[in-house]
């Protein structure tokens, strides 16, 4: 007779409550006694191996030998995860029976002997019809109890082995402890299968009981007598199980959250007041809801928690560079507040507006400050709104009444210093609900905004921490007080240098990951960049770039896909763009090439970056009628009026009789008649047209202009200069004639951006004239007239009647 050698085990235990577990079980537990967290850590430094057995008496939290079953599951851990207050969690899963046989001594945790428990094999036509038993009365017991997935009832209906059906059933049908650990001990898989099925007779029965009960007393019972009964049965049942009265544990939890939240005076005492009111309604009433939100907002809401700023400036300028190539007028000044930071920490939070065309990077230069400061960043669209409740919130009196965007994002932020960015701050209207940008008066002044009071809330909330960015594409739609309150920076349109060095920087590394392929797969030239800049996106910042360079990307990966080019870099040159986006999108340069009379070249600013302008003018016999067309604003059309008076104010000077005005037809157009065009800095540009058109002089092709003109001829000073530079460099313009006056401007303007570009300053039309219009070797126009013929569509006679004073 063959002997089987006992099988001994040393094993840290962990005692269990409430649950017993069986073979082949795989169970979450979450692990909260010292003794038994050390049997855990003892347990994966060892052979994962731990043995788990059941407490008698779940109430008993330092349990004894005498309080465990010695009958087991030896456990192998399969994940252990440790939770911030202490505890752990962990996934075990039961391998095999086993029994106590010796408790060694330990002080840290329950060490055991263990002597595992041999599975009996067992089969038969007894065994067959008590495997059928079971599995149809757990079937049954599954109808009843909606908690088991029918997906388990499938999956063991499956088992044909006896131990693991009786293991498997077992853990998952609800049993008592003590039932649960009957099961366990039974060792002889018929005798676990006979009690299982008897213990899933009885609590099936009590559940068909109880259904039938159910189902006699709802037809009994009216619709408040309903609610009374469910109310009062789950009462008992909780007074049962001990546990409190669920509204009133809610009030407590609620109450200790208050004592833990560190909140200002006025906030503490409104608080406790509101608390106070809890206490007295009905805990389902509507009222009960609107005061426990409220509560909730309050606790929720950062009041004294910070994070610590950065205070290394190297660092935070290496961040800055990092993320965002140029742009240093932003930086210097976000560098200028660390600084300042550094030597004094009473300075409030500076409230900066960037302005510029889309694309320029002014949200993500807010993100990249938070990043260099070491902040939080939360960021809020202000594009479309137009109530001012968005800003300031509902009082609670309104259904469904929240606080206001900032109080929201403030929540979102966790801190009282993050850096916040209003993003599209010149998007904003106003409506018969009220004007968002009046509200966003008290919200960017550092005087008032450390006591903001939203609706809401009705409490004085502190702002003076937070660092507020803002953004806009143009200045003109934000309302003066609004810009008054805030330190705007204009970040003007990259040059094409620059775009080039964004491009191999930041764009096609970003482009590449996206898209799956790496440097040595596609290689960009720069001479494919400076045309995809030239003739196909033509912008002042660089998200059309992008997209570019992502339709390369697709191309290339394309390609690849297929088994093309799999071994060779694919190289984009100049001579290959056309394969992959197309025909070009623009010309090169958008200019005349040669000197024609009556167009002249001017510079427009735009919400997208400066761009180049076309003045036409056309002279024709007529009546004097002026016509303008080009979709003309007032001031625009005004600028044509101021010109045309001045052309006729010097016409006894340039050679004009002095009624040409009554003998010809002048019809000044702005080509691209569809976009609306607006603004005075057309005035010289208008002039210098009018006068190439009546006098039949060319004016040169390379030569820009911007200025305003008077009836004097004075050239006053224009905004948007250095959009209107780059524009003109884009087009490859030679020489731009600009106001005296914005010569100071020039300073501020890197001079590599000039290097390309003459640059002239003018106070007077006449000085315009001089180099704009081919004089065929004259020097000045305005010393010499004598030496100028007339146009032909005047005659010497109609000439010299008209000008008496000039013979």
Known sequence: MDTVEKRLKT???????????????????????????????????????????????????????????RVGTIGTILQLLRLPDGTVKALIEGKRRAEIKAFLPEENYFLVQVEELPEKSVSGPEVDALIRLTISAFDEYCKLNKKVPPEVAVSIS???????????????????VANKQAVLEALNPVKRLEKLYTFMSTETQIAKVEQRIKERVKKQMEKNQKDYYLNEQIRAIQKEMGQQDDAQSELKELEKRIKRKRLPKEAAHKVRQELKKLKLM?????????????????????????????????????????DHYGLEKPKERILE???????????????????????????????????????????????????????????????????????????????????????????????????PASALLEVLDPEQNYAFNDHYLDL???????????????????????????????????TEEEKIEIAKRHLIPRQLEAHGLGKEQIEITTGALEDIIHLYTR???????????????????????????????????????????GVPKYKHSATEEKD?????????????????????????????????????????????????????????????????????????????????????????????????ALLKIPVRHDIAMTGEITLRGRILPIGGLKEKLLAARRMN??????????????????????????MVCVEHMDEVLNRALILEGKEKLFENLQEFEPPNWFSEKEMEEGIPAAH
């Open 11 to 69: 094993l840290p235990l962990l005692p269990l409550r409430d649950m017993v577990l069986f073979p082949q079980m795989v169970a979450p537990l979450f692990i909260g006694r010292e003794k038994s967290v050390e049997a855990i850590k003892r347990a994966m430094e060892d052979k994962q191996e731990i043995f788990l057995s059941a407490q008698k008496d779940a109430k008993v939290d330092e349990p004894t030998k005498k309080d465990i079953y």
């Open 158 to 176: 499956s088992i044909t082995d006896p131990s693991r059906l009786a293991d498997s059933i077992a853990s998952h049908v609800s049993l008592k």
């Open 282 to 322: 009905a805990p389902m009433s509507a009222e009960a809801t609107v005061v426990r939100n409220y509560i909730d907002w309050i606790l929720a809401l950062p009041w004294f928690e910070r994070t610590k700023d950065n205070t290394d400036l190297s660092k935070a300028e290496r961040i800055l560079d990092e």
């Open 337 to 435: 507040y660390l600084a300042v930071k550094t030597l004094t920490n009473k300075i409030k939070g500076p409230i900066l507006c960037l302005v510029g065309p889309p694309g320029v990077g002014k949200t993500s230069l807010a993100k990249s400050v938070a990043r260099a400061l070491g902040r939080n960043f939360v960021r809020l669209s202000l594009g479309g709104v137009k109530d001012e409740a968005e800003i300031r919130g509902h009082r609670r009196t309104y259904i469904g009444a929240l606080p206001g965007k900032i109080i929201q994002s403030m929540k979102k932020a966790k801190v009282i210093n993050p850096v916040f960015c209003l993003d599209e701050v010149d998007k904003m209207s106003s409506d018969f609900r009220g004007d």
């Open 460 to 494: 004085d909330y502190d702002l003076s921490n937070v660092m507020f960015i803002t953004t806009a594409n143009a200045l003109h739609t934000i309302p003066l007080p609004l810009q008054d309150r805030m330190e705007i920076i204009e970040l003007p349109g990259y």
């Open 539 to 581: 912008e002042a910042g660089v998200r059309n770039l992008e997209r570019s360079i992502a339709a390369l990307c697709r191309k290339a990966a394309r390609q690849i896909a297929k088994g093309e080019n799999k071994d060779k870099c694919i190289k984009i040159t100049r001579s290959s763009l056309n394969k992959y986006l």
């Open 596 to 692: 024609l009379i009556g167009v002249v070249n001017g510079l427009a600013w735009t919400e997208t970056g400066g761009t180049l302008l076309q003045i036409e003018v056309a002279v024709m016999p007529g009546k004097g009628k002026l016509t303008i067309t080009g979709k003309l604003g007032d001031v625009m059309q005004e600028s044509v009026q101021a010109a045309m008076s001045y052309v006729r104010a010097r016409a006894h000077q340039i050679g004009l009789p002095l009624d040409f005005h009554k003998r010809v037809d002048v019809h000044v157009h702005v080509p691209e008649g569809a976009i609306p065009k607006d603004g005075p800095s057309a005035g010289i540009t208008i002039a210098t047209a009018l006068v190439s």
């Open 733 to 758: 313009l030679k020489t731009c004639l600009i106001p005296k006056a914005n010569e100071k401007d020039l300073k501020e303007i890197q001079p590599r951006l000039l290097k390309s570009l003459e």
